[in-house]
């Protein structure tokens, strides 16, 4: 049996009846009376809740459920964080109906995937989802409170005319790695490099070690990030080829370097890492790469580390190397090995940018620096 329902964003004074639902939906991993507050204010999201049908005309029965979906700044992402129907209303189709108000609002959002998780043994919900059209897409062993898996599936909630039918992503098997300090980005691209070309797992002082050898010594604050031809020598002496591409010469993440000093040792690095570049004969392509040679790249079963310039993921505007595990027509997906607080590891990997998007967030700084470095088993050119 279908029921009817009314469904609209969330309010404040929606708060103490969401708490109380969500007690009466689940014995663990609930959302705090905090979280709600804060999801209620937050822009970047939609709590959706749903009423019955009062017999009044125009008056709102009960709360009966809700969805929350969070929006992944400048992806074509959502993620349905979390959704729930009173146990009273179940078998009147509401679940059905809140993953219809979900999708909605992620399309209204131009979002292109919504992405979800779900309990191995929640069996009613996954047969929902399947049903819905969601695709298993990853698991994640232990993820709940009581060490439960977790199943993530997604969805394609719409279709271009650069993209008229359901496909698979050319998506390369590449494990992803969370950083773990805040200058170590570029390692742990490699590291993810590294561990889909040939299987080597990361130990434990791996990702500190490629940073020795590849960073710049200073930025603009703060350690040192790294250098691309750093990068690539680190490749080559893990057994990797690289080839680097740079669309500009001389040394680089200077636009904001204020002290001379600074200056000279970020040069010096520079020069080291010139020189190291062609004692080993590591190609380098003073130009950009473009989106067909990246293809190319994913295609050839190469993995491609590029550098982005945060402000669209998180309105800073810092240096950052991400992997790019993916591609389709319409979009670029990549490994972040820096989530942001408020998300989990999952929100970080096979992240769908539009191919436009991509382009602009590949570009750093006054400069436009624009940079990457492709990794792969054999010879490059």
């Known amino acids: 049996m279908t029921a009817a329902f009314s469904f609209r964003p969330a309010r404040p004074e929606d708060l103490d009846a969401l708490v109380e639902l969500e007690q009466r939906c689940f014995d663990g991993d609930r959302l705090s009376r905090r979280s709600f507050r804060h999801w209620i204010r937050q822009a970047h999201?939609?709590?959706?809740?749903?009423?019955?049908?009062?017999?009044?005309?125009?008056?709102?029965?009960?709360?009966?459920?809700?969805?929350?979906?969070?929006?992944?700044?400048?992806?074509?992402?959502?993620?349905?964080?979390?959704?729930?129907?009173?146990?009273?209303?179940?078998?009147?189709?509401?679940?059905?109906?809140?993953?219809?108000?979900?999708?909605?609002?992620?399309?209204?959002?131009?979002?292109?995937y919504l992405r979800l998780e779900?309990?191995?043994?929640?069996?009613?919900?996954?047969?929902?989802?399947?049903?819905?059209?969601?695709?298993?897409?990853?698991?994640?062993?232990?993820?709940?409170?009581?060490?439960q898996d977790a199943l993530r599936f997604q969805k394609r909630l719409h279709y271009t005319p650069n993209n008229p039918k359901p496909e698979n992503p050319a998506r390369l098997d590449v494990p992803w790695v969370r950083q773990t300090t805040e200058f170590t980005c570029g390692p742990a691209c490699l590291l993810m490099a590294?561990?889909?070309?040939?299987?080597?797992?990361?130990?434990?002082?791996?990702?500190?070690?490629?940073?020795?050898?590849?960073?710049?010594?200073?930025m603009t604050a703060g350690h040192g990030g790294c250098h691309p031809l750093g990068l690539a020598l680190a490749a080559r002496r893990r057994g990797l080829s690289a080839t680097v591409y740079c669309n500009q010469t001389g040394p680089l993440f200077l636009d904001s370097v204020r002290d001379e000093n600074k200056k000279r040792v970020i040069d010096t690095v520079h020069r080291h890492f010139e020189e190291e570049a062609r004692r080993q004969e590591v190609p380098v392509?003073?130009?950009?790469?473009?989106?067909?040679?990246?293809?190319?790249a994913l295609q050839d079963g190469q993995v491609a580390i590029v550098l982005i310039s945060t402000w669209r993921l998180d309105g800073r505007k810092a240096p950052h190397w991400v992997v790019v595990s993916g591609a389709d027509?319409?979009?670029?997906?990549?490994?972040?090995?820096?989530?942001?607080?408020?998300?989990?590891?999952?929100?970080?990997?096979?992240?769908?940018?539009?191919?436009?998007?991509f382009e602009q967030m590949t570009r750093y700084g006054q400069s436009r620096l624009r940079t990457a470095v492709i990794v792969g088993r054999g010879e490059l050119a």
């Open 45 to 112: 999201s939609g709590l959706i809740v749903a009423h019955g049908l009062s017999d009044e005309e125009g008056a709102e029965g009960a709360l009966a459920g809700y969805a929350l979906v969070i929006l992944q700044r400048g992806t074509r992402m959502a993620r349905l964080y979390s959704i729930a129907a009173d146990p009273a209303c179940r078998g009147q189709g509401l679940g059905e109906q809140l993953m219809s108000a979900a999708e909605r609002y992620a399309h209204r959002e131009k979002r292109l």
């Open 118 to 147: 779900v309990r191995r043994d929640n069996d009613a919900a996954i047969r929902l989802y399947q049903r819905l059209g969601y695709k298993l897409f990853a698991e994640t062993p232990d993820y709940y409170e009581d060490h």
């Open 194 to 218: 590294r561990h889909a070309l040939d299987g080597h797992a990361p130990a434990d002082t791996d990702e500190l070690l490629i940073w020795r050898e590849a960073t710049t010594i200073f």
């Open 285 to 296: 392509h003073y130009q950009e790469l473009t989106a067909e040679r990246l293809d190319q």
């Open 329 to 357: 027509r319409e979009c670029f997906y990549i490994h972040d090995p820096d989530p942001a607080d408020d998300q989990v590891p999952l929100d970080c990997q096979h992240v769908p940018i539009s191919r436009d998007r």
